[in-house]
């Protein structure tokens, strides 16, 4: 089992800077992946950035050369540091850990509130 905790959303103004946090826990070194999506009112839940752990990360086009995703393996906490932010990424950000092999399994966390205003 994995546990994922988001943390770091909150309110900001067009044009600004939010660094979101996930902290896993658990089986940590089972993790293959890590991924934050974001899901906005009365939208489907889309991808964001994915890091292959040991590979690349990939962005989205809609935030590509705005958000970066990064890691810190002592804290087992990867962070979605996102820069220029528009009011169209106001979303509820959402971290998750992919786990292959035998029985393939997603984990999530509880989710997080990103609001920009214009």
């Known amino acids: 089992q994995v546990q994922l905790v988001e943390s770091g959303g909150g309110l900001v103004q067009a044009g600004g800077s939010l660094r979101l946090s996930c902290a896993a826990s658990?089986?940590?070194?089972?993790?293959?992946?890590m991924a934050w999506y974001r899901q906005a009112p009365g939208k489907q839940r889309e991808l964001v950035s994915n890091?292959?752990?040991?590979?690349?990360?990939n962005y989205a086009d809609s935030v590509k050369g705005r958000f970066t995703t990064s890691r810190d393996n002592t804290k087992n906490t990867v962070y979605l540091q996102m820069n220029s932010l528009k009011p169209e990424d106001t979303a509820v950000y959402y971290c998750?850990?992919?786990?292959?092999?035998?029985?393939?399994?997603?984990?999530w966390g509880p989710g997080t509130q990103v609001t920009v205003s214009s």
């Open positions: 890091l292959i752990i040991g590979g690349s990360t």
């Open positions: 998750s850990a992919r786990v292959e092999g035998f029985r393939p399994t997603t984990y």
């Open positions: 658990g089986r940590t070194f089972s993790i293959n992946s």
